[in-house]
């Protein structure tokens, strides 16, 4: 069974400053995806940005961006110029490339709170 | 606007009540999830359906029953068997096949008391 591990339940960061978000995860398989969501105060869960396990050019999405490292099995978000729209739950999520059943499921870790001041 | 809607966004129920918590997509989605949300932890897998009248217990589905009558609709019903029903409960769905993200709805807070 796969497991999600992030070890900082929280974080803070200064406007306009530069975070980053610790994850680890545990597998045997060669090819997956991995995920940030943000959830912010409303609970919604929001997408932040996806990585491909078999690609090795790290994903970014406007400021934010990961560094995957898939022998370390390490997957860390950064957030750039950091925004109060920023401050929230975020979760790192692993899914198996097998995409029917309840392998599809989104294995997630327990989340890092980030606080974002002025 | 396609998405996801669950209702109510909080429940309130007295021990030893099933409750039933609705979960409707217009996304045109194969697949719908039931995850479940503890302080301190992750979501955690409790029902997928990948199709109509189709659908597989996850990883703590003891306590829980669903249906999928309809592609739109994924209701999930907490029995009384349920030991800690109090929790965050949080509907997904995708587009069954590779690379498909899961598009979450609002969730609902359900307290039992």
């Known amino acids: 069974a796969q497991t999600v591990t992030q070890s900082q339940p929280e974080m803070s960061v200064q406007e306009a400053e530069t975070v980053t978000l610790s994850c680890t995860y545990d597998t045997s398989e060669s090819d997956y995806y991995l995920f940030w969501y943000k959830q912010p105060p409303s609970r919604q869960m929001i997408l932040v940005i996806r990585q491909e396990a078999y690609k090795q050019q790290n994903a970014t999405e406007n400021r934010f961006s990961v560094n995957f490292q898939k022998a370390a099995k390490s997957f860390s978000l950064k957030i750039s110029d950091s925004q109060l729209g920023d401050a929230a739950m975020y979760f790192c999520a692993y899914r198996s490339l097998y995409y029917t059943g309840t392998a599809s499921k989104l294995t997630f870790g327990t989340g890092t709170r980030l606080q974002v001041t002025l | 606007d396609g998405g996801i809607t669950q209702s109510p966004k909080y429940l309130f129920r007295k021990e030893g009540q099933n409750v039933t918590l609705s979960c409707e997509q217009n996304?045109?989605?194969?697949?719908m999830y039931w995850y479940r949300q503890d302080p301190g932890q992750g979501l955690r897998l409790i029902y997928y359906?990948?199709?109509?009248?189709?659908?597989q217990k996850g990883d703590i589905a003891e306590g829980y029953s669903v249906s999928r009558e309809k592609k739109e609709s994924f209701p999930l019903t907490v029995t009384s068997a349920q030991k800690n029903p109090t929790a965050f409960y949080l509907c997904?769905?995708?587009?069954?096949?590779?690379?498909?993200?899961?598009?979450f709805g609002p969730g609902t807070r359900l307290t039992v008391t």
């Open positions: 996304l045109n989605h194969d697949a």
């Open positions: 997904a769905s995708s587009i069954t096949g590779d690379n498909h993200e899961q598009y």
């Open positions: 359906s990948q199709i109509v009248n189709d659908f």
